[in-house]
T-cell receptor
Framework: AQSVSQHNHHVILSEAASLELGCNYS??????LFWYVQYPGQHLQLLLK??????LVKGIKGFEAEFIKSKFSFNLRKPSVQWSDTAEYFC?????????FGAGTRLTVKP | DVKVTQSSRYLVKRTGEKVFLECVQD?????MFWYRQDPGLGLRLIYF???????EKGDIPEGYSVSREKKERFSLILESASTNQTSMYLC???????????FGPGTRLTVL
């Protein structure tokens, strides 16, 4: 089964800074890729997903992610973060109906 | 909008009690899942089900069981709660094969 690594446990940024959160999975194959976000006190919700096609995927709230097959990576980016982006972010990989989640990255945005 | 509901947001139980966590989804999804979420460990799969009366063990099934008598409902059972089962429990559902999972709000269970 796949394993998912998220390199940063806690990231602290000031408003307007750019964001990149790393995500790698363990081996090649036909995978679907996801980023979920969990705002404080709220349920997990989907930010964006990649199934096929253009490896640059745009999601909600100005987030995007790039799938690089050769690096088994699916990094999340946002050019300018806001205080309201403070949340925990989870990368997930689905292969053959087997979904695996990373440990999560907590993002704190200082106003 | 897909809706996944869980029976309680917060639950406090004593060691040795039998605990039932209920989850209901309204989108006719085949798959349903139970995870526990712990800081620094992400989401770990306890059990999942891809059809009524079907269940499969996830990565950490010990101490848990599940029941799926109807397509929309998936129950997680702690036969004899222990303090190391204090956690956030998340239910999710998805269509078979599509991968995207929809999550409920979670139940924060404390076992004293």
């Amino acid at each position: 089964a796949q394993s998912v690594s998220q390199h940063n446990h806690h990231v602290i940024l000031s408003e307007a800074a750019s964001l990149e959160l790393g995500c790698n999975y363990s081996y090649g194959g036909t995978v679907n890729l996801f980023w979920y976000v969990q705002y404080p006190g709220q349920h997990l919700q989907l930010l964006l997903k990649y199934f096929s096609g253009d490896p640059l995927v745009k999601g909600i709230k100005g987030f995007e992610a790039e799938f690089i097959k050769s690096k088994f990576s699916f990094n999340l980016r946002k050019p300018s973060v806001q205080w309201s982006d403070t949340a925990e972010y989870f990368c997930a990989v689905n292969e053959d109906n087997d979904m695996r989640f990373g440990a999560g990255t907590r993002l704190t945005v200082k106003p | 909008d897909v809706k996944v509901t869980q029976s309680s947001r917060y639950l406090v139980k004593r060691t040795g009690e039998k605990v039932f966590l209920e989850c209901v989804q309204d989108m006719d999804h085949e798959n349903m899942f139970w995870y526990r979420q712990d800081p620094g460990l992400g989401l770990r799969l306890i059990y999942f089900s891809y059809d009524v009366k079907m269940k499969e063990k996830g990565d950490i099934p010990e101490g848990y069981s599940v029941s799926r008598e109807k397509k929309e409902r998936f129950s997680l059972i702690l036969e004899s709660a222990s303090t190391n089962q204090t956690s956030m429990y998340l239910c999710a559902s998805s269509f078979l094969g599509l991968g995207e999972q929809f999550f409920g709000p979670g139940t924060r269970l404390t076992v004293l």
